[in-house]
């Protein structure tokens, strides 16, 4: 079946630092992937999408490209700042139906 | 709008106990999902409804659970009895197919602990 599969955290970056937090899925078809956040006591929140192959999310210095070839969809920043501080969910979405599946999430602890 | 609103935000009851959890989707909204989130599992899809029918209930872990949504405002989330290995975070989110379709709005979840 469908899942996504990120890496495990916790990490633990110095402000400024680069990030990379890793995501690959398994997929029936041409999902549509997403990046979703959240901050401590709140629901998730979407931070970026690709919707096919090669595409490129972007939102809030944070970046993701579709690779198909590597079924992958890696979250990255250049530079991070202590307000990133949050959990980080990969998921992925079939275009048929309407069912998310979402990794476990990667919690981010950014220090000044 | 106000976003998706789920009530109470914390219950603690005990074990035995019916629970029942709320929510009220976007409006317009034609989607809901229930998702329950604990460490060991992480975020776990319990059942979905579109225009407020159940489509994909093969989550929701056992006869204890019951979902209903009366109408396009309103979805409930009923665990009798509750039992101490329920006690998670438990999210409704809904999405609007068509343009932006593939967004989940989150509510704020309900924490929930059975002793």
């Known amino acids: 079946g469908d899942s996504v599969t990120q890496m495990e955290g916790p990490v633990t970056l110095s402000e400024e630092a680069f990030l990379t937090i890793n995501c690959t899925y398994t997929a029936t078809g041409y999902p549509s992937l997403f990046w979703y956040v959240q901050y401590p006591g709140e629901g998730l929140q979407l931070l970026l999408k690709?919707?096919?192959?090669?595409d490129k999310g972007s939102n809030k210095g944070f970046e993701a490209t579709y690779r198909k070839e590597t079924t992958s969809f890696h979250l990255e920043k250049g530079s991070v700042q202590v307000s990133d501080s949050a959990v980080y969910f990969c998921a992925l979405r079939r275009h048929t139906g309407n069912q998310f599946y979402f990794g476990t999430g990667t919690s981010l602890t950014v220090i000044p | 709008d106000a976003g998706v609103i789920q009530s109470p935000r914390h219950e603690v009851t005990e074990m035995g106990q019916e629970v029942t959890l709320r929510c009220k989707p976007i409006?317009?909204?034609?989607?809901l999902f229930w998702y329950r989130q604990t460490m060991m599992r992480g975020l776990e899809l319990l059942i979905y409804f579109n225009n407020n029918v159940p489509i994909d209930d093969s989550g929701m872990p056992e006869d204890r659970f019951s979902a209903k949504m009366p109408n396009a405002s309103f979805s409930t989330l009923k665990i009798q009895p509750s039992e101490p290995r329920d006690s998670a975070v438990y999210f409704c989110?809904?999405?609007?197919?068509?343009?932006?379709?593939?967004?989940?709005?989150f509510g704020s979840g309900t924490q929930l602990s059975v002793l």
């Open positions: 989110a809904s999405s609007l197919t068509g343009q932006g379709g593939e967004k989940l709005f």
């Open positions: 690709a919707t096919k192959a090669d």
């Open positions: 409006s317009g909204h034609d989607y």
